[in-house]
Nanobody, 124 residues
Framework: QVQLVESGGGLVQAGGSLKLSCAAS????????MGWFRQAPGKEREFVAF????????YYAGSVKARFTISRDNARNTVYLQMSSLKPEDTAVYYC?????????????????WGQGTQVTVSS
């Protein structure tokens, strides 16, 4: 099993930056593909970014590409989401998720473990 804990959320002005972290428990973190998702009030959870087990492959939602960067440090059991040029529409609860056998990186149902989420609020 993997337990995930997100941190780094907060309130930021439009155009600003935030870096989210997701710390994982367990000795097998490096065997998991990781994703970031977000959910705004009244909306479905949506895919944000994906990184494979080694960090050699990443994929982004079109709405965040070129503004967000996902990375991981397997020695620290942590995955990161660097967010820049933030917009009010980026406001949401951000979740990290882990998958051992990912088939569709954008589908929440393909992830096995989830964190509790961290709130990101972007003011205009």
């Amino acid at each position: 099993q993997v337990q995930l804990v997100e941190s780094g959320g907060g309130l930021v002005q439009a155009g600003g930056s935030l870096k989210l972290s997701c710390a994982a428990s367990g000795r097998t973190f490096s065997s998991y593909a990781m994703g970031w998702f977000r959910q705004a009030p009244g909306k479905e959870r949506e895919f944000v970014a994906f990184i494979n087990w080694s960090g050699g492959s990443t994929y982004y939602a079109g709405s965040v590409k070129a503004r967000f960067t996902i990375s991981r440090d397997n020695a620290r059991n942590t995955v990161y989401l660097q967010m820049s040029s933030l917009k009010p529409e980026d406001t949401a609860v951000y979740y990290c998720a882990a998958s051992q056998r990912i088939t569709d990186v954008q589908a929440p149902s393909r992830y096995d473990y989830w964190g509790q989420g961290t709130q990101v609020t972007v003011s205009s």
